[in-house]
């Protein structure tokens, strides 16, 4: 499909019973791949009980570790559990822009969801000052909005670039390896940047805390790099690197690995 047929919502064409279930199967895949990513992740930033955060190598391992783990449980049905890379799967044809915004309502539905969850089992108390905004994504404050959107950028665009390799029929390996592809890709990228823009790469994940808390502050850095960062590197890959295989027939595959 081309971009042109982004266009087209051929995902949800002639609906019958099995494929409508897919279509949901998929949805709440990406719903619950994404609350419990969240949900695990922002349990991982509360190290004790004043909720300064200062284990800063606990809370990268830990989301990295919960991506894996909600790929390892829905990679079959579907796990993207990030917007920006359901925006890359645009610009690589493999989704319509109603499929985009299908998946990503799904996505953010679930980050509020698991991080709602998450402070019903968390007294507000526990979290002292950071309460009001506890696990959401902020710059620091040396670093300006156009720079934290800027690492946003760059290691979303380096995390497109490993779920754009996944995807590659060139990749012979790649379905056996995802979660820890990605457990250990993310891992090396939220190391180094966190303390500069939080490290987001993933708009779903920063607009749960967000929506919960009311907390809206640098909000849009955590859209505009991300997604921004994921198309400029799908084109890039696309057109430099990707085997072009023009498919026949699209339909909604029921055994997607990621």
């Keep these: 499909m081309s971009i042109r047929g982004a266009f087209t919502p051929h995902e949800f ?11 949901l ?39 990295a570790f919960a991506i894996a783990t909600s790929v390892m449980i829905f990679g079959h049905i579907s796990c993207i559990i990030n917007p920006a890379l359901v925006a890359a799967d645009v610009i690589r044809g493999e989704k319509s822009l109603f499929m985009f915004v299908y998946i990503t309502v799904m996505e953010c539905l679930g980050a ?9 089992l968390v007294a507000d108390d526990l979290l002292g000052r950071t309460s009001g905004s506890f696990c959401c994504t902020a710059k620091d404050v040396r670093v300006t909005s156009l720079r934290a959107m800027g690492v946003e950028m760059l290691i979303t665009a380096i995390l497109c670039l ?49 929506l919960y808390n009311n ?22 890959y696309m057109l430099l690197f990707a085997q072009h295989f023009p498919r026949s027939k699209r339909e909604i595959r029921p055994n997607s690995h990621i």
Aim: proline residues 4%; hydrophobic residues 45%.
């Design 112 to 120: 509020f969801l698991g991080y709602a969850l998450l402070r019903v």
């Design 215 to 236: 907390h809206w502050k640098d909000q849009w850095i955590y859209w505009v790099g991300p997604m921004s960062g994921a198309i400029i590197s799908a084109v890039i």
């Design 162 to 210: 490993l779920f754009c390799s996944v995807q590659d029929p060139k990749n012979s390996d790649r379905n056996s390896t995802v979660a820890l592809k990605f457990g250990f890709g993310c891992f090396a990228l939220l190391l180094p940047s966190v303390h500069y823009a939080s490290s987001s790469m993933n708009p779903a994940r920063s607009f749960g805390p967000a």
């Design 13 to 23: 064409r002639n609906l019958d019973k099995e494929k409508a279930w897919r279509l």
């Design 25 to 63: 199967e998929k949805g709440l895949a990406e719903m619950f791949g994404t609350g419990l990513f969240v949900c695990m992740g922002c349990m991982g930033t509360l190290s004790d009980s004043k909720g300064e955060y200062l284990d800063y190598l606990g809370g990268v391992l830990t989301f």
